[in-house]
């Protein structure tokens, strides 16, 4: 599997499938792990990171791991940026120094982040809302490499952790949700106070630090200490489908209230979109979560979920240079990324 | 993480007692943890236990793991801190500790209650 490979599909988290995937973009778990004989990563020594990533890898190939690594410090920036696109490595992991790296499947539901902040982060990503299958297929991954490296766990505090916010259970299980009926009502702001009165937290499309764009949110547990993997999995998946609900319900609501202004909304963007000679990837971004939501009410019938899905992962500035074949300044990306909007709009109409 | 046991003194640590203390281990100082929020080695949540307390009030359902084990039970990291602790008791001649610490270090070959 090469790089240059994965421009060929959207990847697991926007595969647009999945239980209420109308709503849910994608579940998403991740585990922290420290191996027990080394330093976290902020005073490992160069020799340190480099053991670590052996390690790793030679437990990836001892468990007959069918995850691919990649060595993030020789890639290119472009190759970084496009693996952060991809949800498959952080912001952290791509600026940072020393011997780090990444390993993934084909299909991208599974990775490892090697020496970000933690010696791995392992993740799991399922289209939809899909918790449960998303743990059972960590939890799995996370036996495996167990049988080959000895992680940092203590019998009082658990898998230890650079960060003591992570320490115990090492989790975080996140959904992220594209909420565009509730981002235009007031209700938005009060449902996230109660969702962080329960300890979940809020976070833009790329996680932490990151602001919410587009309508799209990532809620999140934020314990991690005093609470098993299943009761947290269970305090998202008893809440997630209230909100669901309360996007349906706002949907429904603008539909019968303000369907002219909602459907001119709507086709407004699907125009730009469709006819625009140069544009940014945030204001692209902001026309298709238009657009993705008109597909949802019925209010576009001639593109589909999946196509939508395709734009959003293939507008991103590596994507676009990745499949253009080479790096581009940010005006020549924005005339480049609207030229490649005009042309797959034409391919989707048959034309 | 032992403190509880009563045995173990900031100054027992082998390091600077008062506030500004330094993981023998790692090199890792309080002000460098209060900078930046990062442990620079296991061992430090036993030496910066303090400082961590508040963090765990603030964002942590309790202060115990009840979640998942390693199947091969509390990792060697937990040897290598004991065999640490006994070498500073010894260099000390606390001989009551080092035998404290190998009793410890007996118990925890024993199987695991399930």
């Known amino acids: ?351 | 993480m032992n403190s509880k046991n009563g045995h173990e003194s900031e100054d027992e640590k082998g390091v600077d007692s008062g506030s500004n203390r330094k993981c023998p281990y790692c090199g890792l100082d309080t002000k460098g943890f209060r900078t930046t929020g990062r442990l620079g080695c296991p061992l430090d949540y036993d030496t910066f236990a303090a400082e961590i307390a508040p963090v765990f009030r603030s964002s942590q359902a309790a202060s115990l793991h009840v979640g998942k084990w390693p199947k091969r039970g509390p990792s060697r990291f937990e040897a290598l801190k004991l065999q640490f602790e006994l070498r500073l008791a010894i260099e000390r001649q606390d001989y009551e500790t080092a035998a404290m610490i190998r009793d410890r270090m007996r118990d925890r070959t024993k199987p695991r209650e399930s």
Request: hydrophobic letters at 35%; aromatic letters at 6%; one cysteine or more.
């Open chain 1, 1 to 351: 599997m090469t790089i240059d490979e994965l421009t060929r599909s959207p990847g697991e988290w926007l595969k647009g499938s999945g239980p209420e995937s109308d709503i849910v973009i994608c579940s998403r778990i991740r585990l922290a792990r420290n191996l027990a004989d080394f330093p976290f990563i902020s005073k490992a020594s160069r020799s340190d990171k480099s053991d670590i990533v052996s390690q790793i890898r030679d437990a990836l190939h001892e468990s007959d791991s069918p995850l691919s690594y990649f060595d993030v410090e020789k890639l290119s920036d472009l190759d970084r940026q496009f693996l952060v696109e991809r949800h498959l490595i952080s912001r952290e992991l791509k600026e940072g120094e020393g011997p780090r790296g990444v390993a993934f499947n084909a299909d991208e539901s599974a990775s490892v982040m090697v020496n970000e902040e933690d010696h791995l982060r392992i993740q799991v990503m399922r289209s939809g809302l899909a918790l449960t299958e998303a743990w059972e297929q960590i939890d799995e991954l996370d036996n495996r490499f167990e049988e080959h490296l000895d992680y940092a766990f203590s019998q009082e505090l658990g898998y230890l952790s650079a960060c003591p916010t992570n320490v115990g259970t090492g989790i975080r299980v996140g959904v992220m949700l594209h909420l565009p009926a509730l981002g235009q009502t007031e209700q938005l702001d009060k449902f996230f106070r109660a969702l962080q009165k329960i300890y979940l937290s809020v976070r833009g499309l790329h996680g932490e630090g990151t602001q919410p764009y587009g309508d799209f949110y990532q809620i999140s547990n934020q314990q991690t200490l005093g609470k098993s993997e299943q009761e947290l999995i269970k305090n998202l998946t008893d809440v997630i489908p209230q909100l669901i609900e309360y996007e349906r319900k706002a949907r429904q609501t603008l539909l019968s209230e303000k369907r002219q202004v909602l459907h001119d909304q709507v086709s407004r963007a699907y125009g730009v979109l469709k006819t625009a000679h140069t544009i940014s990837s945030e204001e692209t971004m902001l026309l298709l979560s238009s657009v993705r939501m008109g597909i949802n009410l019925g209010l576009i019938d001639d593109l589909d979920i999946a196509q939508v899905n395709e734009l959003f992962i293939n507008t991103q500035p590596a994507h676009l240079q990745k499949i253009h074949g080479q790096t581009l300044a940010v005006d020549e990306r924005n005339v480049l990324r609207a030229t490649y909007l005009r042309k797959k709009f034409q391919e989707f109409r048959g034309e």
